[in-house]
């Protein structure tokens, strides 16, 4: 299995052209060590920058809002795209706090939903593929679940070695290790030793290994067939989990849905269909805090020009 080495500190890593990543890694920790009141005010100030300087994501977002819910007023998609970007600064806060808190600071701010079907999975034997969205909130999402149930996490490593070295960490303080997001031997080998694994189906990555199908709207939206194979593994429970920021500022509330019934069913467009009916239940809890920003549907069957 081809899983991702530790990564560690050298003398290159405090070469001239990495100062900018320990500048980004400084702030990140500091922001750790503020009240959790002060960080609020500071994720909002940065979701407001976020906003102004990030033009190309602004019209992004707003084109993936027209897409999805073309029945809401611009005035609706608007007040939309003003909560994405603040909860894209709050993001930032959360990744700190994440890679950076003890645990004892870190259980503090988050509750647990349906954990009892965790346990229900448990009680069987076989692996977890834990199916999850890029909402703001995965990296508290990742650790949170980590904390109850140790599993395997799925990412692209990042091409700046210390920024790498403290994403892993960070990734891994409450889990075991991870996996690249191209190695499907690695992810099924881990189901096949009873892990969870966390994956994410949800972004468009291309037409390879992929079917178009609706997402919201949007009737040919490009979706991965993995989430299928990976579910084909002997023994594999489905469970839909992600985490949403609580609207008292309290901090977030980790969900863990029921496990899937009759998934998958051997048909590719149905049963990536399936798969995004459950992302979009979930997206529809609080839309303002997934990530919009991405291009969702850059790509498009034969002979149908883009949508941005």
Known sequence: MAKISSPKL???????????????????????????????????????????????????????????????SEAER?????SCFRHLGH?????ANAWFWPQWRFAKHFK????????????????????????????????AYGTLDPGVGIYRPNKNSVYEYYQYHGRTKSNKYLVDRTDVRGMIKALR???AVW????????THAAVFVPFFAQDKAATITGTATLAKVKNVQVLPTYALRNEDGSGFTLVIEPALDNYPQGDDEQDAHTINQVVEK??????????????????????EKGVY
């Open 91 to 95: 993001s930032v806060v959360d990744t």
């Open 78 to 82: 608007e007040q939309l795209v003003e």
């Open 199 to 206: 994956y994410a189906p949800d972004h468009d990555y291309g």
């Open 282 to 303: 979930a997206i529809l809890r609080a839309p303002e805090q997934y990530m919009w920003i991405h291009r969702r549907f850059k790509s498009r069957p034969e002979g």
């Open 10 to 72: 050298n003398a290159q890593s405090f070469h001239p052209k990495n100062w900018g990543a320990w500048v980004l890694i400084g702030f990140m920790f500091s922001i750790s060590l503020l009240p959790y009141r002060v960080q609020h005010y500071l994720g909002l100030g940065i979701g407001r920058l976020g906003r102004a300087l990030m033009k190309s994501r602004v019209h992004i977002t707003h084109r993936n809002l027209e897409i999805c819910f073309p029945d809401k």
């Open 112 to 143: 647990v939903e349906g954990l009892e079907h965790l346990k229900k999975a448990r009680e069987q034997q076989g692996g977890i593929l834990l199916v999850s969205a890029h909402f703001w909130t995965l990296e508290s999402h990742a650790r």
């Open 193 to 195: 030793q009873d892990n």
